[in-house]
Every structure is written in structure tokens, then in C-alpha cells.
């Protein structure tokens, strides 16, 4: 199975590629059924570079997970090109390949201005609307004060869901008071629990079939005949 973390951290390092990366290495742990032990540092490459980085979980019952990470940071000038030109490019084509493939999703962003980053907003944008219909998404967020954690609820879950994406309970914000406090341990333990959740079963990709909003109108139409007939009755 495939998770693709999507993070829009800006700066190397980055609190919120960090924070990408803690709840990445908690999927994988609960996904192959080894709870909520240690902090697993995972090697991964990025998809924008062509390449892979693969992680297995062990264990009785193990599933076996794949994580692959998209830096928006590195997307930003072909996800502009995208916008003005109507084209992605090789990279920007390669990211939205992953994350429209993918089993699972892990995404973060920093707050600015009481909201996600427009360069998150932006890749998001230039995704068709239905391509991540039925898939399991974890959100989460950075921020310097605890007082934007909102920024969940009231921006990230209602984006997702109008992408139709099936968003886990638990989301998880950390603030710069958070790194190595109580608390923010057990919420990425407890997203990731219910994300891996969402990967078991039979089909992890559990999508709706999309039906537009033109093929559904043609489903709903009654032919003018039988309306008339209807009225000569």
C-alpha cells in the first residue's frame, strides 16, 4: 500500500516536514501492527526527484507500506506555470500522479494568515475535483501559537471534504510549544491509528465511483412524452 505525505513546509528543516514525518513513521508503525512504540525515522526520497522510498512494516499480520513525500516547496514555480498555462509540469505531473494513486494521504501545512498556505492551496487547485474522492486523508498543521488550531476545522476538513476525501477523525496541529510537550505524542498516535484503520480491509482505496453533475442530470430527466401523458390522465 502507498501513503503519500504531502507537505508544504517552506523552509530545510521544516516543523512542519517534521511534523509530515512523526505521523508518516506512526502510520507505518500501526500498519504493520507494532502500536505505538518509538519514533521510527524513515528514509524516503521525494517523488518530484523520480524515485521511491519504500517502508515495510514487520510483525504478525503486517501490512506492508510505501511512503512517498511530495515538497510543495519544490513544485512552486510549475504549480504557477500550471495556472497560467494550463499544463503541469514534469514534476508538478509526476506529484499529482502519486497523490491521486495513492492509498492513503498524509497532508501539512504551515499556517499563515488564519489558514493553509496558498502554495498548499494551490496544488490542490490544479487537481481535477473528483480525483481523490473516497480516499483516507490525515490532516494536520504548524503554527507559532496554539491559538490557529482551528485552522483544521475551519479551512482544512471543509477542503477535503469538498474534494470528497474521507478525512479521519483526529487531526493534529503543533504549535512551537508543542514539539516535546505532553499531548502531541498521543494525537499523532491516535490519527495514525485510525488512518491505518482506513488501510486495512479488503481494497484499501475505497472510492466512490464518480458520477458528474451532467450524467447525473441526464439520470433524473423523465422524457416530455411522459410528462404530458401524465397530465392527459
Avoid: C
Amino acid at each position: 500500500m502507498r501513503v503519500v505525505l504531502v507537505s508544504a513546509g517552506l523552509s530545510v528543516p521544516s516543523s512542519t516536514r517534521l511534523l509530515g514525518d512523526r505521523l508518516a513513521a506512526a502510520v507505518v508503525r500501526r500498519a504493520a501492527g507494532d502500536g505505538a512504540g518509538g519514533t521510527d525515522v524513515i528514509d524516503r526520497t521525494d517523488v518530484a526527484e523520480g524515485a521511491d522510498g519504500a517502508v515495510s512494516g514487520s510483525g504478525s499480520g503486517s501490512r506492508n507500506v510505501e511512503v512517498q513525500v511530495v515538497e510543495l516547496r519544490e513544485l512552486a514555480v510549475e504549480i504557477a506555470h500550471h495556472f497560467t498555462n494550463g499544463f503541469p509540469g514534469p514534476s508538478l505531473a509526476a506529484a499529482l500522479r502519486a497523490v491521486t494513486e495513492a492509498d492513503a494521504l498524509i497532508v501539512v501545512t504551515p499556517v499563515f494568515s488564519a489558514s493553509y498556505s496558498g502554495l498548499f492551496k494551490s496544488f490542490f487547485d490544479v487537481m481535477e475535483k473528483d480525483a481523490l474522492a473516497g480516499t483516507p486523508v490525515l490532516i494536520g498543521a504548524t503554527g507559532g501559537s496554539a491559538r490557529h488550531s482551528l485552522v483544521l476545522e475551519h479551512a482544512m476538513r471543509p477542503l477535503f471534504a469538498y474534494l470528497r476525501a474521507v478525512v479521519v477523525p483526529t487531526a493534529v496541529y503543533a504549535a512551537s510549544e508543542d514539539w516535546g510537550a505532553d499531548g502531541l505524542a498521543e494525537r499523532i498516535e491516535r490519527a495514525a491509528g485510525e488512518l491505518a484503520g482506513l488501510l486495512g480491509g479488503a481494497g484499501a482505496r475505497r472510492r466512490a465511483p464518480a458520477v458528474s453533475p451532467a450524467e447525473a442530470a441526464v439520470e433524473d430527466v423523465v422524457p416530455f412524452a411522459e410528462r404530458l401523458a401524465a397530465l392527459r390522465r
